[in-house]
Every structure is written in C-alpha cells, then in structure tokens.
C-alpha cells in the first residue's frame, strides 16, 4: 500500500493551497483518511480527518479555514486550505486507515511521504 500526496509549495498569507493524497494497492477498505501536520521543533498534529462516511474533525486551529473532502471511488483525501497563515507552516502527511482484505477486521494505518508548506507574512 502507498499514499502518495502532492499540492504543497509556497505561498503567501492569505492564501490558498490544496494537498491530495491518493492511495493505491492492496486495499480492500479505507475508513478514516486525513492529514497531520508537524511545523519545525512542535510535534506532529491531526489537521483534520474524514470517515468513509463523510463525518469530518478539525483541529481548533484549522476550523473555517482547511476543508477536507475524500472521493471513496478513487482512495483519494484532499485538504482545501484557505487564509492560510504563517503558523501554518508545516510538512503535512497524510494518513489512511484501513483494511487490506476482507477476511480480516484488521486495520492497519500508512502514511504518505510528507508534504511541505511555507507560509509568508
């Protein structure tokens, strides 16, 4: 199983970006797929996440700006990211947990490779 993400970059305050991050191979279900973020010396943090459903969380920080939104039939999750701020300068990652047969209720979680974002005042 691999996540790849791609969309990050440079970009000025108050601007836009948007990640996306397909997963492919062995997969048999996703259920939650979302995005972490780690800025230099801080530990990593949930940005937000999406159930196969379309339930949605956000970290406080992020509400009313970052908009998270998945195509099941394409194992993809994408991170609309609005106003953005120098704060939200980070390596983003991606994460999907999910099953990789249907013979087993195990979940396993991957992540893709981290992609950067730079913010500028």
């Known amino acids: 199983v691999q996540l790849q993400a791609c969309g990050g970059g440079l970009v000025q305050a108050g601007g836009s970006l948007r990640l996306s991050c397909a997963a492919s191979?062995?997969?048999?279900?996703?259920?939650?797929m979302g995005w972490y973020r780690q800025a230099p010396g801080k530990q990593r943090e949930l940005v937000a996440a999406?159930?196969?459903?379309?339930?949605?969380n956000y970290a406080d920080s992020v509400k009313g700006r970052f908009t998270i939104s998945r195509d099941n039939a394409n194992n993809t999750v994408y991170l609309q990211m609005n106003s953005l701020k120098p704060e939200d300068r980070a390596v983003y990652y991606c994460?999907?947990?999910?099953?990789?047969?249907?013979?087993?209720?195990?979940?396993?979680?991957?992540w893709g490779q981290g992609t950067n974002i730079s913010v500028s005042s």
């Open positions: 999406i159930s196969s459903g379309g339930s949605t």
């Open positions: 191979g062995s997969i048999f279900s996703i259920n939650i």
């Open positions: 994460y999907a947990d999910l099953r990789k047969s249907g013979l087993s209720p195990n979940t396993f979680r991957y």
